[in-house]
């Protein structure tokens, strides 16, 4: 990549999951978790996609400015976008000067205090309206055997966001057999509990959707025959998580 140019695995015109109203959600390449139940593992790869701008990822957003209207606007996701700080920031700036909501969807595996990431980050923090903070399991074991990776830089990103008065979204994936057990689901709702910017919990309720994509890859899927929760639980796990906090429930 040149510049402040990003890799885009691709973008959709609508979304109206990804953070308020309707998004022209953009979607990066790369990413250092490898979640058991990853519904876009053809953005793994930092290579993969294509080399975009900013302006011209904006200049294509724009277009649909009508529909989002007031309340919408543009969300970045992955992939990991926090891996392509300089394309982000200068994305969100320029939309900025066209006063466009802007939302990351981030998993936030590479947050770190170390330098050159945190200046980096902490330029981008004052553009972004809204994290969706994806908190994959809090245990720590358990959060590396379901994405092969530690859950410390993700917690610290959580912690740092609520220090620095920033909007979150927290977004627990469901999935039986590894993220329903009760304990553990008390355990991250007094995690969330010690955060004062969250404004609102989502259960994604895991499904087998991107098995395909796994086919199309020659890459084996690792949930197998891992069955959609049921009724009951995804009812526990929104009474548990959500407590005060405006809980919405949405397919993974």
Request: charged share 25%; proline share 7%; glycine share 8%.
């Amino acid at each position: 990549m040149t510049g402040c140019n990003g890799r885009i695995s691709s973008t959709e015109s609508f979304g109206s999951v990804d953070g308020p109203g309707i998004r022209f959600i953009v979607f990066v390449q790369g990413c250092r978790f490898r979640c058991r139940y990853c519904h876009n593992p053809e953005t793994w790869g930092t290579e993969g996609g294509e080399e975009r701008t900013p302006a011209d990822v904006l200049r294509q957003a724009l277009r649909y400015r009508p529909y989002w209207k007031e309340r919408g606007g543009i969300t970045v996701s992955g992939g990991e976008p926090l891996l392509q700080l300089p394309f982000v920031t200068e994305l969100f700036r320029l939309a900025k000067e066209q006063k466009v909501s802007t939302v990351i969807d981030t998993a936030g595996g590479p947050f770190t205090k170390d330098e050159p990431f945190f200046s980096a980050f902490r330029a981008l923090l004052p553009l972004t309206d809204l994290f969706l903070l994806d908190i994959k399991h809090i245990d720590p074991a358990r959060h590396r055997a379901l994405t092969g990776t530690s859950n410390a830089p993700v917690l610290a990103l959580a912690r740092y966001l609520s220090e620095q008065g920033k909007s979150m979204w927290i977004r627990h994936v469901l999935v039986p057999g590894w993220t329903t057990d009760a304990d553990d689901l008390h355990r991250l709702a007094d995690f969330i509990g010690t955060l004062r910017t969250v404004e609102r919990v989502e259960v994604l309720p895991y499904h087998a959707m991107a098995r395909h994509k796994y086919e199309a890859l020659h890459l084996p899927y690792p949930l197998g025959d891992t069955p959609v929760p049921t009724a009951e639980e995804i009812a526990r796990a929104e009474a548990i998580l959500c407590g005060g906090k405006t809980c919405r429930t949405e397919d993974k």
